[in-house]
Structures are given as structure tokens and as C-alpha cells.
């Protein structure tokens, strides 16, 4: 074996050259550049490390159920709160600062729930009146009259009026035209029952009591229309919460049902 001794890197490509007959892979690819022009250029390019693809992004975790929950505990509160401070103090004399208060969330917490005390109103009667229609139609007396079916539902609805006159009085004046996030759900509320009645006077066209050639939303239009009428001749104090269902309503239903026909 030849022991060789370098003091350069040009010495040992010399010795490697006399020894194997090969030319420095420097030399080589100069060669090559020569007949393929570009040839350094491209293997430079190969050889350089690739940029990192980016990553897609990531979806949002779906909102945990208990932080569901959390919201929907603090609308309850607010709700109760502002229920119990209208019937306490009178809806004109509560501030949203001290519905925030009694709830225990900040007054920022309130407008997260509520546009406004108005909105706010409209939160607290929508519960208060679904659970009263829900209640009404669950204990219909299915065998009955049209009429008296009516009467029922009705019934329920100003027992639910009643029990808070001052709160309701408040309600019926700031319901029309609400236009808060709570009012629209009270507007698709409404019409939700509205399609209710008209499904009552469908079955009573299938009964035989009401001209099949009748619109039954029509008609429960009509009907919701001397309800509130009713409604409003008992908040105004022109008549009492029984005389208003009967027979303030009553006479008006069995008027509508008989026509204007001689």
C-alpha cells in the first residue's frame, strides 16, 4: 500500500487522479456544463432544501356544550331578573343596569341577550306566552265545537295576561313593530299560532262546520284579530278580563262564524 502525504486538497486530487484515473467531481460537472449548458444550474437547484408547505387551517373546535349551557343559563337569569323587577317595580321604572344587577352579569351581558328594555320585554312575555299556548293546545278539548275550542285557547292566553295586568298593559303597547332580535322571535311566535288556529278551523272544515272553500289562515287571521281587539278593550279598562273573553269574544267569534248574511 503507498502511504501518501497531502498538504492540500489540490495534492490529493492530484494522487487520486494518477491513482484511479478520475477527475474531481468539480472538474466533471464543468465538463458537463459544457455539453448540457444549465447542467450545474438544475443539479444546484435539486440540491437546494424545499420551502415547507403550509398547513391548511385549522377549523374551529365546535362550541363545547358547557359553554352552551352557560349561555342559556345566563338568559334565564336575565330573564327571571327582568321578570321580577317589572312585576316589582313596574316595567317603566326598571333599568337594564338593574336587571344586570339582580342577575349578577355585567350590563354589557344584558345587550348580548337584549337590544334593548323593550327587546327585553319581548324576551319575557315570548317564553311566558309559548308555555301558555303550548299548555292550551296540549289540554284542547278535541271533540268540541270550533267555537269552544277557540274560547279554550283564548282563555288560557288571558289567564297568563292577567296575572300581571301592568306588565301586560306594557307588552301590548311596545309589541307592534318590535323589531329586536326577541321581537322577531316573538313575530314568528305569533305566526306560529296563527297556522295553529287555522290548523283548529281546517279540522273543522273536515267536520263539516266551516265551507270548504274557506282559507283556513285566512281565517285564523280574522280570528287573532278580534282577540287582540278583545285584548285590548280589557287592557284599556273598558271592561273586565272575564267580560273580554265572554262575551266581548265571544259574541265577535260567533259573528264571524255566522257572516254578515241576512
Same mark, same amino acid.
Given at each position: 500500500?503507498?502511504?501518501?502525504?497531502?498538504?492540500?486538497?489540490?495534492?490529493?486530487?492530484?494522487?487520486?487522479?494518477?491513482?484511479?484515473?478520475? $477527475?474531481?467531481?468539480?472538474?466533471?460537472?464543468?465538463?458537463?456544463?459544457?455539453?448540457?449548458?444549465?447542467?450545474?444550474?438544475? $443539479?444546484?437547484?435539486?440540491?437546494?432544501?424545499?420551502?415547507?408547505?403550509? &398547513?391548511?387551517?385549522?377549523?374551529?373546535?365546535?362550541?363545547?356544550?358547557?359553554?352552551?349551557?352557560?349561555?342559556?343559563?345566563?338568559?334565564?337569569?336575565? $330573564?327571571?331578573?327582568?321578570?321580577?323587577?317589572?312585576?316589582?317595580?313596574?316595567?317603566?321604572?326598571?333599568?337594564?343596569?338593574?336587571?344586570?344587577?339582580?342577575?349578577?352579569?355585567?350590563?354589557?351581558?344584558?345587550?348580548?341577550?337584549? $337590544?334593548?328594555?323593550?327587546?327585553?320585554?319581548?324576551?319575557?312575555?315570548?317564553?311566558?306566552?309559548?308555555?301558555?299556548?303550548?299548555?292550551?293546545?296540549?289540554?284542547?278539548?278535541?271533540?268540541?265545537?270550533?267555537?269552544?275550542?277557540?274560547?279554550?285557547?283564548?282563555?288560557?292566553?288571558?289567564?297568563?295576561?292577567?296575572?300581571?295586568?301592568?306588565? &301586560?298593559?306594557?307588552?301590548?303597547?311596545?309589541?307592534?313593530?318590535? &323589531?329586536?332580535?326577541?321581537?322577531?322571535?316573538?313575530?314568528?311566535?305569533?305566526?306560529?299560532?296563527?297556522?295553529?288556529?287555522?290548523?283548529?278551523?281546517?279540522?273543522?272544515?273536515?267536520?263539516?262546520?266551516?265551507?270548504?272553500?274557506?282559507?283556513?289562515?285566512?281565517?285564523?287571521?280574522?280570528?287573532?284579530?278580534?282577540?287582540?281587539?278583545?285584548?285590548? &278593550?280589557?287592557?284599556?279598562?273598558?271592561?273586565?278580563?272575564?267580560?273580554?273573553?265572554?262575551?266581548?269574544?265571544?259574541?265577535?267569534?260567533?259573528?264571524?262564524?255566522?257572516?254578515?248574511?241576512?
Amino acid at each position: 500500500m503507498v502511504i501518501l502525504r497531502a498538504r492540500s486538497v489540490k495534492e490529493i486530487a492530484a494522487v487520486d487522479r494518477r491513482l484511479t484515473g478520475r $477527475r474531481p467531481r468539480q472538474q466533471i460537472a464543468r465538463s458537463m456544463s459544457k455539453v448540457i449548458p444549465g447542467a450545474t444550474k438544475r $443539479r444546484k437547484r435539486a440540491a437546494a432544501p424545499r420551502a415547507p408547505v403550509a &398547513s391548511a387551517p385549522i377549523a374551529p373546535a365546535p362550541e363545547r356544550g358547557g359553554r352552551a349551557q352557560q349561555k342559556l343559563d345566563t338568559r334565564r337569569r336575565i $330573564r327571571d331578573a327582568a321578570w321580577a323587577l317589572f312585576t316589582e317595580l313596574g316595567y317603566d321604572d326598571t333599568t337594564t343596569k338593574a336587571v344586570a344587577e339582580r342577575a349578577e352579569v355585567a350590563t354589557g351581558t344584558v345587550f348580548v341577550h337584549a $337590544r334593548d328594555k323593550p327587546d327585553l320585554l319581548m324576551m319575557v312575555m315570548h317564553d311566558r306566552l309559548a308555555a301558555a299556548v303550548d299548555a292550551a293546545f296540549e289540554a284542547l278539548p278535541r271533540k268540541e265545537p270550533l267555537l269552544a275550542q277557540l274560547l279554550h285557547v283564548f282563555q288560557r292566553l288571558f289567564a297568563m295576561y292577567g296575572e300581571q295586568p301592568l306588565v &301586560s298593559q306594557a307588552f301590548v303597547k311596545a309589541f307592534p313593530g318590535a &323589531s329586536g332580535p326577541n321581537g322577531e322571535r316573538l313575530n314568528a311566535l305569533t305566526f306560529a299560532f296563527l297556522h295553529r288556529i287555522a290548523g283548529l278551523v281546517r279540522d273543522a272544515q273536515a267536520r263539516g262546520e266551516v265551507a270548504g272553500d274557506i282559507d283556513p289562515l285566512a281565517a285564523a287571521h280574522n280570528v287573532f284579530a278580534l282577540y287582540f281587539a278583545a285584548l285590548l &278593550s280589557w287592557l284599556s279598562g273598558f271592561v273586565t278580563l272575564g267580560a273580554a273573553l265572554d262575551p266581548v269574544l265571544k259574541s265577535s267569534l260567533t259573528l264571524q262564524f255566522r257572516g254578515l248574511r241576512a
